[in-house]
């Protein structure tokens, strides 16, 4: 079936650009939760799993967050910082599973996260970036 836009093909480097920005916001947001509003029950849930010395793991895990998100929303370092933000969501996925207390996401915010950060791991950083394919 033929395309029912071709025009808007040319639009396609907007694409990755724009999944870049919501990704890069949404983990700044994120990390910056850690730092308030949530972190007593990400304290409370790292502690519940064992995962000692809780409160600088908290902290850690924010600010890899706020400073991915920044790279993010740059376009510094993009496919490294989305290749860590895969990690990361399997990985707070995993904590707010296991721990109900702290469960404030679903797995559907999960899913759409890990599937943008996917989506810019393999297209790149897209227009507006430091980032330049070679």
Same mark, same amino acid.
């Given at each position: 079936?033929?395309?029912?836009? $071709? +025009?808007?093909? %040319? @639009? %396609?480097?907007?694409? $990755? @650009?724009?999944? *870049?920005?919501?990704?890069?916001?949404?983990?700044?947001?994120? /990390?910056?939760?850690?730092?308030?509003? +949530?972190?007593?029950?990400? #304290? =409370?849930?790292?502690?519940?799993?064992?995962?000692?010395?809780? +409160?600088?793991?908290?902290?850690?895990?924010?600010?890899? +967050?706020?400073? /991915?998100?920044?790279?993010?929303?740059?376009? %510094?370092?993009?496919?490294?910082?989305?290749?860590? @933000?895969? #990690?990361?969501?399997?990985?707070? @996925?995993?904590?707010?599973? =296991?721990?109900? %207390? #702290?469960? =404030? *996401?679903?797995?559907?915010?999960?899913?759409? #996260?890990?599937?943008?950060?996917?989506?810019?791991?393999?297209?790149?950083?897209?227009?507006?970036?430091?980032?330049? $394919?070679?």
């Amino acid at each position: 079936m033929l395309n029912p836009f $071709p +025009e808007l093909l %040319s @639009f %396609s480097p907007l694409a $990755p @650009f724009i999944l *870049r920005l919501v990704l890069g916001l949404i983990f700044l947001d994120l /990390g910056i939760l850690k730092f308030r509003s +949530e972190r007593s029950r990400w #304290v =409370k849930s790292f502690e519940a799993l064992h995962l000692n010395p809780a +409160e600088l793991l908290v902290i850690i895990f924010g600010l890899i +967050e706020v400073a /991915g998100g920044v790279l993010l929303l740059i376009g %510094s370092w993009t496919q490294i910082a989305a290749l860590v @933000f895969v #990690v990361l969501v399997g990985l707070e @996925f995993f904590v707010e599973y =296991k721990d109900e %207390s #702290v469960l =404030k *996401r679903d797995f559907v915010f999960y899913l759409l #996260v890990l599937t943008i950060a996917i989506s810019i791991l393999l297209s790149g950083a897209g227009a507006f970036a430091f980032d330049i $394919p070679l």
